[in-house]
């Protein structure tokens, strides 16, 4: 059993940038791939970006590359999501999960989810 609890969202205006968290608990955490999510309003939840256990392996979405860094620390049990240049469209609940598989990119494929953080971009 893995629980998961994101921090870090907020508001900020478009150009910005957020760091957000997610910290994870068990002693497992090193032998998950972690991944991040996002969900906007009528929208569907979509992967945003992926990490292998190790840290090497990592997948973003067109929509966030170059932009968005995501990383993990696993002697704190943690991955991070690093947003710079942020735009109104990345407005969205922003969800970590973690999986068993290598690095999984669909929402079915993840085991373990955080229960979400606002992020909101104002123009």
């Known amino acids: 059993q893995v629980q998961l609890v994101e921090s870090g969202g907020g508001l900020v205006q478009a150009g910005g940038s957020l760091r957000l968290s997610c910290a994870a608990s068990?002693?497992?955490?090193?032998?998950?791939?972690m991944g991040w999510f996002r969900q906007a309003p009528g929208k569907e939840r979509e992967s945003v970006a992926a990490?292998?256990?190790?840290?090497?392996?990592?997948y973003y979405a067109d929509s966030v590359k170059g932009r968005f860094t995501i990383s993990r620390d696993n002697a704190k049990n943690t991955v991070y999501l690093q947003m710079n240049s942020l735009k109104p469209e990345d407005t969205a609940v922003y969800y970590c999960?973690?999986?068993?598989?290598?690095?999984?990119?669909?929402?079915?494929?993840?085991?373990?989810w955080g229960q979400g953080t606002q992020v909101t971009v104002s123009s």
């Open positions: 990490i292998s256990w190790s840290g090497g392996t990592t």
């Open positions: 999960a973690a999986s068993r598989r290598a690095l999984p990119r669909r929402f079915l494929e993840y085991d373990y």
């Open positions: 068990g002693r497992t955490f090193s032998s998950y791939a």
